[in-house]
């Protein structure tokens, strides 16, 4: 409000979006909100609309005559806030509209995502500071985000151009009333079931696969909890219903990847549950926090197996992609969409990676790890759709099934390729890949598509093709092959940083030797001398003193079993005690 430029760090929950949108209204002039939220930044326009208040967004998912024609509504109308991906920022036609208004501020969300250092990067990021100098430095500038180590605070700071005197508000990041625990468990559905058993209330359970949602969600549901499941893959209105059922105390439990949660205002989640493990502390920050926003006691709980802490190690070895393999994918990508050198900036492509893993013959993973790194290098932008994919249940009886179906031995082909590959299609509707079937059955695409339309319309399959391939958009021209360069001193230090952040990972799940809060406070540069009394790690240690036992050996399985591991993680004793 006074003019200063201004970075809040401020924990999940904390009303960032209030921190400008109130600004907005008080000052004369157009706001603009950049943020790689689109999903958030399409919510806020509309709760702002319903409200009486003026916004709209440009997004990255917008074809060019969309984006244009919501510039030329802007003239028109008196806009307050403008939401804007970081990838439109410095199109000439972006800056020539938005150069002739008067402007009161700028805000970066999310702005972590502007530093190299930072769990998100994006390098579209970058440019925030070029279109700052377009519109002139004397526009104020707030940069929000929930989770900044040091490194990633100087270079925010530094990447804006704040001017002297700016100011860095942080709240605390510490929540007195959330308990962090870590458990090594054998069967982590019977662990989760257990957990939402003994925490009454709202519930997140995160997890890094899609499919694997609808699957955690169907095992709840078996077993008399209220589920749902949720992902980016899933239709818009969709996750809408399903987002506003859970709100509204509808369905208890939410099982999603981190897709989920982005913006969501739900003060009463008493628990919040890690099923996969993490790629940074940062992110199991953000999505721990959403338990307990209303400051009474609620758990975050990460339930991990010997199998995780091996993929850890794998990780470390492999996980991420040689300079090699993202400049031979480079070229194969615009070899794929038939993009020649020196041409396509800007240009949009339907996209299905399915098609394109075929046709470089990698696995989809690993064709998405690298076309990830391209997006991060600002290279080029992926929309959600590129990663849906169909859905299917089956509702066949098999009884005699074989015997049944003996005329038709494509159908019983496909249909068993199916139970093959996808063990909860008989119990709800999973995500599916019709080139997996095909290759499995050892039919073509084709006759895998009829035989599941087929089925859905003897009512013995509920089967949802693919509508789109999804897009990709190309944000450089094609370069060519002899001139595409990565500068290695800049490679090696980001897989550092990389692997440096999985090592964090690591440690904090491994840890018997310090209270989890004192390590993810030091982890964010926020100094805590004293433990927090209430993770796994100080209560362990409590009843430790109270039986006379070593705290530093200890590691919970379960809420009524103890371990005690030597040095090598080699299991010491084991015994079964009361719950205190």
């Given at each position: ?137 004397d526009i104020p500038c707030l940069a929000l985000t929930a989770t900044a180590t040091p490194r990633v605070v ?36 019977d662990a989760l079931i257990e957990a939402l058993r003994a925490v009454p209330g709202s519930a997140i359970v ?12 169907q095992v709840l549901k078996a077993r008399g909890i209220s589920a749902d499941f949720y992902h980016a893959g ?347």
């Amino acid at each position: 409000m006074n003019g200063v430029d201004t970075l809040a760090l401020l924990p999940t929950g904390g009303g960032k979006s209030l921190c400008y949108q109130v600004p907005a209204l008080c000052l004369p002039g157009l706001a603009l909100v950049i943020s790689p939220l689109i999903a958030l930044m399409n919510d806020q326009v509309a709760n702002l609309k319903m409200k009486g208040i003026k916004a709209a967004a440009i997004t990255s998912h917008l074809s060019k005559r969309e984006w244009i024609d919501v510039l030329d509504s802007s003239e028109r109308e008196d806009l307050k806030l403008l939401y804007l991906s970081p990838e439109r920022l410095l199109h000439p036609l972006v800056l020539e509209k938005i150069t002739a208004k008067k402007i009161s501020l700028i805000a970066v969300d999310e702005a972590h995502c502007i530093s190299q250092w930072g769990h998100d990067f994006r390098p579209a990021y970058r440019k925030i500071a070029q279109f700052r100098n377009a519109l002139g430095i004397d526009i104020p500038c707030l940069a929000l985000t929930a989770t900044a180590t040091p490194r990633v605070v100087d270079d925010i700071v530094r990447s804006l151009n704040f001017r002297n005197g700016y100011q860095v508000f942080k709240k605390s990041f510490h929540r007195p009333n959330l308990s962090y625990n870590i458990r090594l468990v054998e069967n982590k559905v019977d662990a989760l079931i257990e957990a939402l058993r003994a925490v009454p209330g709202s519930a997140i359970v995160f997890m890094r696969q899609r499919l694997k949602t609808a699957e955690v969600a169907q095992v709840l549901k078996a077993r008399g909890i209220s589920a749902d499941f949720y992902h980016a893959g899933l239709p818009a209105q969709l996750r809408k219903e399903k987002q506003q059922a859970w709100m509204d105390d509808k369905i208890r439990v939410m099982a999603a990847t981190n897709a989920f949660g982005m913006g969501i205002d739900k003060p009463d989640v008493r628990l919040v549950v890690h099923l996969d493990i993490v790629p940074s502390l940062e992110e199991y920050f953000q999505e721990a926090g959403r338990a307990g926003r209303d400051e009474k006691k609620a758990y975050a709980v990460s339930f991990i197996t010997a199998a995780d802490l091996r993929k850890i190690e794998q990780l470390l070895q492999t996980g991420y992609p040689t300079i090699d393999e993202i400049t031979t994918l480079y070229q194969k990508l615009h070899e794929f969409l038939r993009c020649a050198v020196g041409q396509g900036q800007w240009d949009k492509f339907p996209f299905s990676i399915q098609k394109f893993a075929q046709y470089v013959n990698l696995p989809k993973s690993k064709c998405y790890e690298i076309l990830s790194w391209l997006e991060r290098e600002g290279y080029i932008a992926l929309d959600d759709e590129v990663l849906q994919q169909s859905k299917l249940k089956l509702y066949l009886d098999f009884r005699d099934f074989d015997k049944r179906y003996a005329a038709h031995s494509d159908m019983v082909d496909v249909v068993k390729a199916v139970l093959r590959l996808y063990e909860g299609v008989k119990h709800s509707s999973v995500d599916i890949e019709e080139s997996r079937i095909a290759y499995a059955a050892e039919r073509s695409e084709k006759l895998v598509r009829r035989v599941l339309y087929q089925l859905s319309r003897t009512g013995d399959a509920d089967y949802h093709p693919k509508e789109t391939d999804g897009y990709i958009t190309l944000l450089t021209n094609r370069i060519e092959k002899k001139y595409f360069t990565i500068n290695h001193k800049e490679y090696n230090e980001r897989k550092r940083h990389y692997l440096d952040r999985l090592k964090a990972v690591k440690s904090f799940y491994q840890s018997t030797t310090e209270c989890r809060v004192t390590m993810l406070l030091r982890y964010l540069g926020e100094h805590r001398p004293q433990p927090c009394g209430c993770c796994d790690f100080c209560r362990d240690a409590r009843k430790a003193r109270n039986n006379d036992l070593n705290p530093d050996l200890l590691r919970k399985a379960s809420e009524n079993e103890w371990i005690i591991r030597d040095n090598t993680g080699k299991i010491l004793w084991k015994n079964s005690v009361n719950k205190s």
